[in-house]
């Protein structure tokens, strides 16, 4: 297990026009000129936050996904993030994990935002997922999910915790405090990536994309701005630190259904 570069992608996006915001996020990816191990964007990064599915779904074979897996490729990195997918009839917030050697690894949003109606427009997923890369355990979460303590709950297996998000700026608050509570109650390392801008419903997001630490200190606080930041996470720290504090140890035992 080596030291893993993550770069945020904190960035407006262009409302449901899918190749626009792929251009966009391919010239800040190229002007940035910063090795990396792993490229985090935005939830429904191709297209804003949208309840409007039929409009801009796409299929596991479609147009954005080969994107990802040809920035993967020529970057040289893991990019994951999430869009619409359609697929059996039904339509998912589904987070992708692209790698270079074109392996795709997906979470498809567990907890629906039922304040936006979410949940009648999309289809819930069921279960975890934590991709290995470059020998870190990553666990993938979608937005909503960085509410749920019991969802997000590790047991010592996971190093890296992803969180992309489109979360407005009314919320920033239990935005930022949700992800360092996160960090601190597993252990990890965590990630979280949110846009900026404001939408077509007049929606503002502020950014606030972080990462921290697995004691739930500051790595990296973006500002309101289109950026690319990266950040080197340490794996000798985390293993120093859950060696000296094994709070994991005493953690009680549970299982999700």
């Given at each position: 297990?080596?030291?893993?570069?993550?770069?945020?992608?904190?960035?407006?996006?262009?409302?449901?026009?899918?190749?626009?915001?792929?251009?966009?996020?391919?010239?800040?990816?190229?002007?940035?000129?910063v090795q990396t191990d792993l490229i985090v964007l935005p939830e429904m990064f191709n297209s804003g936050f949208t309840l409007d599915a039929?409009?801009?779904?796409?299929?596991m074979d479609g147009p954005t996904v080969v994107w990802m897996q040809e920035l993967a490729?020529?970057?040289?990195?893991?990019?994951?993030?999430?869009?619409?997918?359609k697929e059996?009839?039904?339509?998912?917030?589904r987070m992708i994990f692209a790698s270079p050697d074109a392996e795709l690894q997906w979470y498809d949003k567990k907890h629906l935002f039922r304040m936006a109606n979410e949940q009648n427009r999309y289809s819930a997923g069921d279960h975890h997922v934590t991709v290995n890369w470059r020998g870190w355990r990553i666990a993938l979460y979608v937005c909503y999910d960085l509410r749920f303590p019991v969802w997000c709950r590790q047991q010592n297996n996971v190093d890296l915790m992803l969180f992309v998000a489109s979360w407005p700026a009314v919320r920033s608050f239990p935005w930022k405090t949700l992800l360092r509570a996160r960090a601190m109650e597993n252990l990890s390392y965590v990630c979280g990536v949110n846009r900026i801008g404001r939408d077509e419903n007049d929606i503002h997001y502020s950014g606030d994309s972080a990462m921290l630490d697995m004691a739930g200190r500051d790595l990296l606080q973006l500002e309101d701005k289109d950026s690319i930041e990266t950040t080197t996470l340490s794996a000798d720290k985390l293993i120093q630190f859950r060696e000296k504090f094994p709070a994991h140890l005493d953690a009680d035992e549970y299982s999700v259904k």
């Open positions: 297990m080596n030291d893993l570069s993550i770069s945020l992608v904190q960035t407006a996006l262009i409302w449901q026009q899918a190749a626009a915001n792929c251009e966009h996020i391919s010239k800040m990816v190229s002007d940035h000129s039929k409009k801009v779904a796409e299929t490729n020529k970057e040289n990195v893991a990019v994951t993030g999430s869009i619409v997918i059996n009839g039904y339509n998912y917030n």
